[in-house]
Every structure is written in C-alpha cells, then in structure tokens.
T-cell receptor
C-alpha cells in the first residue's frame, strides 16, 4: 500500500495480558517511529528505529514495553502484563533516511488499545 | 530538553475570519519545525514545515528564532479547516524523534 499500515486498528484486552501491535512502514522508508497518544495528552515518543537497530529507546515507559524491527521493514511493539494506564492510541510513523533535513514523518491510523 | 507549547487547547473562529494557532518552543540548537493536522476520522498528516517555506491550503508559518515561535496563520478561515492541529519540533541533526505540542482543536463557525 501507499501509506503506513498498522494492525489491529482496535484492541481490547484484560489487564495482565500481553499485546502485540504491528506496523508496516512505507516501502523504502528506513526510519520508523512509535508514538503514544493518551486521552487528553499530546503525542509521546516511544522508540525510533533506523533499519533494524533502535538508537533511541528513551520514550519506552517501562521494561514491560519492547519493540523490534526485522528486515528493515515491519515492526512490532509488545506490551507485557498490560496495565490500565497503557490504554491509548499507539501511532507508528516512517520517514526517509536519517540526516536528510526536512524529511517528514508519515503516520499510520494507529491502534486504539483499551485495557479492561 | 526540547519542549513545544501550544497555549490554546480550543480555538473557535468564524468562517472568513483570520486564524492564528500559536506555537512556542524551547530548544537551544537549530530546530526543524512542523505543523501536523488531523481531520475528523483521518490520520495525522503533515501540513507544512518551516524548511520548505511553503503555503498549504492557505496556511503559512514563519519560524521566529528570536521569539522561539512558529505560529500557524491563515487570512480567511474555511469550514474545512476544522481539525486538530499539532506543532512539532525535531533536532536538525542526530535524534530524529518529533516532540509534539498538546494540540489545538480548531473549530470554524459557519
């Protein structure tokens, strides 16, 4: 497809369960980002990938959160032992190579995660 | 640390009136500034970026380094401008993450 694709679009799960969120970036985009948007909050950075490596994981809120990227393409964000405060919209974005100033990030539709 | 401030959570403007959405930032280096927009039931999308010095859908934004501002302006509001607007900052080199403001919901009154 032409844009960033995220799945699932909605996820409802019970507290304590693990969840996996998937992001398929735009073809050719080597940079990939995960953000979180909680109710009433702005977008909060979680992690950034350049290729398969993650030079910036500074936004991951706890060790329950992890992410990986394989083949320089698809990324998964995993939340273990989910808590109610994890409820949010998780957004993925991709962009062209690092170091090219002015390259915008293109966003997916997000995954709305609800923890019961 | 860099920070982006959008002082108005909500802004209502009559159709045909001028619009100004405020954005201030704190960062000691040379930032890249962006405006993103999210229309109802659509994904977040880039509106414009300071480096391009462009006008998109009648909107412009000028980076004022002295005032550390990047306000978004349009001389005549249209109903289709109703949306959520986010100002965002990125370091010029190195760290690629975007730091977003909390957003301003713009409503155009017919």
């Amino acid at each position: 497809g032409a844009g960033v694709s995220q799945s699932p679009s909605n996820k409802v799960t019970e507290k304590g369960k693990d969840v996996e969120l998937r992001c398929d970036p735009i073809s050719g985009h080597t940079a990939l980002y995960w953000y979180r948007q909680s109710l009433g909050q702005g977008l909060e950075f979680l992690i950034y990938f350049q290729g398969n490596s993650a030079p910036d994981k500074s936004g991951l809120p706890s060790d329950r959160f992890s992410a990986e990227r394989t083949g320089g393409s698809v990324s998964t964000l995993t939340i273990q032992r989910t808590q109610q405060e994890d409820s949010a919209v998780y957004l993925c974005a991709s962009s062209l190579a690092r170091g090219q100033t002015g390259q915008p990030q293109h966003f997916g539709d997000g995954t709305r995660l609800s923890i019961l | 640390a860099q920070r982006v401030t959008q002082p108005e959570k909500l802004l209502s403007v009559f159709k045909g009136a001028p619009v100004e959405l405020k954005c201030n930032y704190s960062y000691s280096g040379s930032p890249e500034l962006f405006w993103y927009v999210q229309y109802s039931r659509q994904r977040l999308q880039l509106l414009l970026r300071h480096i391009s010095r462009e006008s998109i859908k009648g909107f412009t934004a000028d980076l004022n380094k002295g005032e550390t501002s990047f306000h978004l302006k349009k001389p005549f509001a249209q109903e289709e401008d109703s949306a959520m607007y986010y100002c965002a900052l990125r370091w010029n080199f190195g760290n690629e993450k975007l730091t977003f403001g909390t957003g301003t919901r713009l409503t155009i009154i017919p």
